[in-house]
């Protein structure tokens, strides 16, 4: 008899790491942060004009932010053009990942969860006591056990999950320099020549281009959530980021 209540207990304990994540990631959220803030001189409304440039080398092609940031810029009330030399400002931006990221219900059980912990310790708590009901070896059973219980976990687990997708953008804005006015650019690297050489390049110019530079970092949580729900929210935030810079 009490090993029939400690096998009821192991099935209600092991779904209970699921069943939280399942009510506390039950709406979607979406998050978009800047790495560092950008600051743009005001001009005058014939000024306004802004030519973009987007880039995609992550794994998913198909993904069109470019559109919708041509779009919030637009709504902003800049003028989009085609010439880089006839911009007030120059955006550039290369999306680097965009995808589903690592982080799942499982994940956060093994790295201290309560759920995962959890479902291991309740299982070996149940197996104790299955070998004094039988009077078996309370090691042996004790480990079947935690082993039982992490099984009813991961098998949870595998029905709820707590899915995050992310689309990581690098965005340059430079913004022409008033008459008058030299920008001296430098740029120096290191290319990697076989396996234990180095060969260092630099160079200098003048520019009337004035950059900055800033990562956005767009995340959408939820339970058992899937690219097609995540990319319109998550592009969505990145238009409304970049836009914003304006």
């Known amino acids: 008899m009490a090993a029939a209540w400690a096998l009821v207990g192991l099935l209600a ?6 069943g939280s994540t ?3 990631k039950r709406n979607l959220d979406v998050q978009t942060k800047m790495s560092d ?4 001189d005001p001009v005058p409304a014939n000024e306004r004009t802004v030519y ?10 198909d993904l069109d932010v470019q559109s919708q940031i041509r779009n919030a810029i637009t709504a902003r009330g800049y003028t989009l053009v085609d010439d880089p030399r006839r911009a007030h400002y120059v955006m550039q931006a290369n999306v680097l990942q965009a995808g589903r990221t690592s982080k799942t219900a499982a994940e956060e059980a093994s790295n201290g969860g309560f759920g995962s912990l959890l479902g291991a310790a309740a299982g070996g708590a149940i197996g104790y006591g299955v070998g004094h009901a039988g009077h078996g070896n309370d090691i042996v059973l004790g480990t079947v056990g935690a082993l039982a219980g992490a099984a009813v976990e991961g098998l949870s687990g595998a029905f709820v999950q707590d899915v ?7 965005v340059q804005v430079s913004e022409r320099a008033d008459a008058g006015e030299v920008i001296t650019q430098s740029d120096s690297a290191n290319l990697k020549q076989g396996t234990s050489g180095t060969r260092t390049q630099s160079s200098s110019r003048t520019t009337d281009l004035k950059a900055q530079r800033t990562r956005i ?11 097609p729900e995540a990319e319109p929210q998550l592009v969505d935030g990145l238009s409304r980021t970049v836009a914003g810079i304006f």
């Open 13 to 18: 304990l092991g779904g209970c790491a699921a």
């Open 22 to 24: 399942a009510v506390a």
């Open 37 to 40: 803030s950008v600051f743009l």
């Open 52 to 61: 973009v440039e987007v880039r995609n080398s992550s794994d998913k092609p």
């Open 164 to 170: 995050t997708y992310s689309i990581i953008t690098d």
């Open 217 to 227: 970092v767009s995340t959408a949580n939820k339970v058992n959530l899937d690219w």
